[in-house]
């Protein structure tokens, strides 16, 4: 397990205090100073697309059963054609907290998104973490400088979508989302139409794939559920989100993820971003609220319906297979040949040693599954410049941030906790794209210490926890 404040299993520095973080001063940070760095002479850019899927939860232990079993056959030629392996995280598993650390390369205590939620100074309210609180520069951003047209789509904190060359889909661009805090938490609106993408245009062009939860027809929830038509039609039509009814979260966290990948694809066929990086997180849900109907038999001290089995025994397994079904669509966006795929959760999963359906805590009480412990998420990597059949890759969260910038041809920030995981990597693009570094890409950045108000209140940890995010 890699705990935050240090990379034991990579070479990487070790961040062990503030006092010794690699960022966390005004100066360091860059205020008053230079505009950010330039590309030099001698920084070649590379031409290769790089597509980053992210999965939320992806863990081996549930994947290669069904890859052997070949259901998963996107992922099984992806994995032939590349190098397949473990990817460290750290405590505690919060998505807004690794997936920013992902996305930087360095700890939660140096970018600044610390939690699911953060007091607004001003309004004393909890508000989600908005990417104005992220202390230094995303890949986004640093791709950006170097005039790397970028595409991003759901990552967490990623609202307000910021001015990048190319687009942002925020984590908020979402009416399944936006609707399901609506009817069910009482919030009237969650953003700014106008931040909700970048360019703000972008907006409009993807709102037909932005479903309402009561469009769902109610045969795409039989694929999951092995449940009467009736019942079906009933979850199917329903537009408020039952916190307490395991197929209702189900639905909600499925929508979310059809929704961003049909604006994923949509912007695929209207831009050809060099750096692609899309983030889903309902296997992560499927894993939280199933788990002990997929695997009864590791909870033996505790009454599991045969009825209950049945209908969602394989939702778990179903999930893993859209998921599949999603990387094909993509993969059809790119030549194999001028194109590196990279495909990685943020942990792993398992039991929920908590899980009492008896509890006062709505987190175990609903969730059978979980990951407090950190368990190793997934990692592949294949295509264009990337080693086949690489042997003991030792890599972390913090590593893809750093391998990321030099995939793309960029200088790499010496500030970055990871590092570059060039063992990945073929000698010929090594030799036509050495790996650079410069002090920081983040001198100048600004950041706030308000999050932007998107009608977030008490009410939003009740979606938290409803989809096990917190407990």
Not at 91 to 112: K, R
Not at 377 to 392: E, Y
């Amino acid at each position: 397990m890699l705990v935050v404040g240090g990379c034991s299993r990579c070479a990487s520095p070790a961040v062990t205090s503030d006092a010794d973080s690699p960022i966390d001063t005004a100066q360091d940070l860059g205020a008053g100073a230079p505009p950010p760095v330039e590309a030099a002479p001698s920084v070649t850019p590379s031409e290769r697309r790089v597509l980053l899927l992210g999965i939320d939860g992806a863990t081996w232990d549930l994947m290669d059963p069904l890859l052997e079993a070949g259901k998963l056959p996107n992922f099984s030629k992806l994995i032939a054609a590349g190098t397949r392996a473990p990817l460290k995280s750290f405590e505690p598993t919060a998505s807004p907290l690794i997936w920013t650390t992902i996305a930087t390369g360095v700890p939660p205590e140096v970018h600044g998104i610390e939690d699911f939620t953060v007091e607004s100074p001003s309004s004393k309210k909890m508000l989600l973490p908005t990417s104005n609180l992220r202390r230094v520069k995303a890949f986004w951003n640093i791709l950006s400088d170097f005039d790397v047209p970028v595409g991003v789509v759901g990552w967490w904190a990623s609202y307000p979508a910021e001015a990048i060359n190319g687009f942002v889909i925020s984590d908020q661009a979402n009416t399944i989302r936006n609707k399901s805090y609506e009817t069910a938490l009482g919030v009237k609106s969650l953003a700014s139409s106008a931040s909700l993408t970048y360019p703000p245009k972008l907006a409009e062009a993807i709102s037909d794939t932005m479903a309402l939860p009561s469009s769902i027809p109610s045969t795409e929830l039989a694929r999951f559920f092995d449940m009467p038509p009736s019942r079906l039609k009933k979850i199917a039509e329903s537009s408020a989100l039952e916190v307490e009814d395991l197929p209702s979260i189900f639905k909600f966290a499925y929508l979310i993820d059809r929704s961003f990948v049909e604006s994923s694809l949509l912007a695929l066929r209207r831009e050809t971003p060099r750096v692609m990086a899309i983030y889903l997180n309902g296997l992560d849900a499927a894993e939280h609220h199933f788990w002990k109907f997929m695997a009864p038999q590791k909870f033996p001290n505790m009454e599991i319906s045969a009825a209950d089995i049945k209908s969602y025994g394989k939702v778990i397994e179903q999930y893993h297979i859209y998921m599949d079904e999603v990387l094909g669509e993509l993969l059809q966006h790119y030549d194999p040949s001028k194109s590196t795929i990279i495909v990685l959760s943020d942990h792993g999963h398992h039991i929920n040693p908590t899980h009492d359906p008896k509890s006062e805590s709505h987190y175990s009480r609903v969730c059978s599954g979980g990951h407090e412990d950190a368990p190793d998420g997934i990692l592949i990597a294949a295509g264009a410049d990337i080693k086949k059949g690489l042997p003991k890759l030792e890599a972390s969260v913090y590593d893809i941030a750093p391998t990321l910038l030099a995939l793309a041809g960029v200088p790499v920030d010496e500030k970055m906790t990871g590092r570059v995981l060039v063992e990945l990597m073929e000698r010929s693009f090594l030799e036509k794209h050495p790996v650079t570094t410069v002090e920081n890409h983040s001198r100048g950045w600004k950041y706030d210490k308000d999050p932007i108000p998107s009608a977030m209140s008490e009410a939003l940890k009740t979606k938290l926890e409803a989809l096990g995010y917190i407990n």
